[in-house]
């Protein structure tokens, strides 16, 4: 058993209380490898960003769990080396079981996900509370978020059909009853690059996606019902046109992309919304300076010389998100 604390890390608490009060966003960044990580700290530390580290559990299946969580404890010691010791939260992502999430617990991970929005409302609650309780009897206090409503997108572990937007009628209950630290809920926004299907939107003259808006009057309507409760925001990817289309120039093929608006980024991170997920985006700066060297420097077989670009490009895109999208930026 080894505490979070005992690695430097913190758990969301204090810092979703600042955000909610201070009207930004924390980053919750996913992260499979070194470069990620590397880039995620250099970053937040660069803009002065609490962030929160997110390990899916396709994250696990490919990195392992144990190499996660000493990388996590490196990425702690890497932020003082650096200058500037930022809060660094280990955050478990969608996780589906009580049993991975209090392997986590046991593990470092100072907050878990549980993530019961695909099962029956009571059950989803039972599951949900069974965690919380585990998590907040820990010596050391692990926050625990839920999720309400089901987001639309394929990711490994992760898929859904169709949407269902948060009943704001359900989300009084469900913390009340279930002791959550925050609430994951769905307005409009889904995992991957292609979050609304091309129906769903209008296109420019040059044929770009201009997505529909997210669905700000629930929203609205959750936060009258919970008044300055933590509300997180899964599917948060803007899916950069200017990476897809350098994907597209050296050979990929990604039709359809279309993320979410910054602006309206901007404009939940002003909420109650304290937690902005982001992974696609990474994934996409990260294959487009890959397939630009490939195809510039065909002789070129060393992976540092593939991977500092996408690793700089990287680093680039999460000092952007902070200061310019969630306003975390100088909030560490
Ligand atoms: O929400 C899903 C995250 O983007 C993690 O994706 O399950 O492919 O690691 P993954
Ligand atoms: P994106 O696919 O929009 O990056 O969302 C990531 C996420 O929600 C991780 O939990
Ligand atoms: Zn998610």
Do not use: W
Request: proline letters at 5%.
């Amino acid at each position: 058993m080894t505490s979070y604390k005992e690695l430097g890390l913190v758990n969301t608490v204090e810092l979703f209380r600042k955000a909610v009060k201070g009207g930004y966003a924390i980053p919750a960044y996913n992260f499979n490898n070194m470069e990620q990580l590397q880039a995620i700290i250099q970053a937040c530390v660069e803009t002065k960003s609490p962030v929160i580290l997110q390990v899916s559990a396709g994250a696990r299946k490919y990195a392992n769990q144990t190499m996660l969580r000493y990388m996590a404890q490196g990425a702690v010691e890497y932020s003082k080396e650096l200058g500037y010791p930022i809060p660094i939260v280990l955050h478990l992502d969608h996780g589906d079981s009580f049993e991975l999430c209090k392997s986590c617990i046991e593990t470092g991970f100072s907050s878990v996900m549980i993530d019961g929005s695909h099962l029956p409302y009571d059950e989803n609650v039972a599951l949900t509370k069974k965690v919380v309780d585990f998590a907040h009897s820990q010596k050391d206090y692990v926050s625990v978020e839920g999720e309400l409503g089901v987001l639309a997108g394929v990711e490994d572990d992760v898929a859904a059909e169709k949407s269902h937007y948060t009943q704001p009628s359900e989300v009084q209950d469900f913390v009340k009853k279930t002791g959550v630290d925050s609430l994951a809920i769905s307005i409009g926004t889904s995992h991957g690059r292609t979050k609304f299907k091309p129906e769903q939107c209008t296109r420019t003259k040059d044929g770009i996606l201009i997505p529909p808006p997210l669905r700000f009057d629930i929203l609205e309507e959750i936060e009258k019902r919970l008044p300055g409760f933590p509300i997180v925001l899964h599917g948060s990817s803007s899916v950069p046109i200017e990476y897809v289309k350098i994907i597209e120039q050296y050979g990929g093929k990604l039709s359809d992309s279309v993320g979410i608006p910054e602006e309206q980024l901007r404009k939940a991170a002003k909420s109650a919304v304290c937690k902005i997920n982001i992974d696609s985006d990474g994934r996409l700066a990260m294959t487009a300076m890959i397939r630009k060297v490939f195809s510039e420097k065909p002789d070129e077989f060393d992976p540092r010389k593939y991977l500092g670009p996408a690793r700089d490009e990287l680093k680039k895109l999460y000092a952007h998100k902070n200061q310019d999208v969630l306003g975390s930026a100088g909030q560490a």
